[in-house]
């Protein structure tokens, strides 16, 4: 006669074992960062024909604006090429040039042009995000879950403005306190029964 429990011992170990993947995990689990516009950098930070490495949200990111327009891109900073870190490049009108071998590409992550050729090898692109300049901020559109992204693809919504900060000028704001809510340490009266506040509307 079977041990007590035997039979449940026989059981499990005839359980198919799960198979775990990446493709499991992104099918049950939440993305880590959700889909949404994610702040990437002042806009008074990136000046025409200036590029910047930035992580963000876990992604390596080269983020440039071109030489003669106010545009700005966003995509991943590793190269399709030979993985070089685009960063380390420069601003060519409105494409990045890798540092490495010299290719260029253009914001929307395509190969523009290579400087040994004439052929341009446009199977090789990388991502790229959608990107807005709101409120002095940069913005860039990232869907969660590995979905690949190209610039100018339909976003669901576009940043949400806040109409009291729709000029990027500086603003005096009041404060008022109850009187009794300030004290100087150096004496136990109230020191004032209003402060003003100087308040960077530009953030
Ligand atoms: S690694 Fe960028 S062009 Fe070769």
Wanted: contains cysteine; positive net charge.
């Amino acid at each position: 006669m079977d041990q007590p429990g035997a039979n449940y011992l026989t059981r499990r170990s005839k359980r198919p074992e799960p198979q775990y993947s990446d493709d499991l995990r992104l099918a049950n689990y939440p993305p880590p960062y959700p889909d949404g516009w994610y702040r990437l950098l002042r806009s008074k930070s990136l000046r025409r024909g200036q590029v910047r490495y930035l992580e963000c949200p876990g992604r390596a990111l080269v983020v440039w604006r071109s030489e003669d327009a106010d545009e700005v891109f966003a995509m991943p900073a590793f190269c399709p090429h030979l993985g070089a870190n685009l960063a380390g490049g420069r601003v060519c009108k409105d494409r990045i040039e890798c540092p490495f071998h010299g290719w260029q590409f253009t914001g929307d992550g395509r190969a523009a042009s290579i400087p040994y050729g004439d052929i341009v090898p446009t199977r090789i692109a990388t991502e790229s995000f959608p990107v807005e300049e709101v409120h002095g901020q940069i913005f860039m559109y990232h869907r969660g879950g590995g979905a690949r992204q190209q610039a100018g693809e339909e976003v669901p919504y576009p940043v949400p403005r806040i109409p009291a900060r729709q000029s990027n000028t500086r603003r005096a704001w009041t404060l008022t306190l109850p009187v009794g809510a300030t004290a100087c340490r150096s004496s136990s009266r109230p020191c004032s029964t209003s402060a003003a506040v100087a308040w960077n509307a530009a953030g």
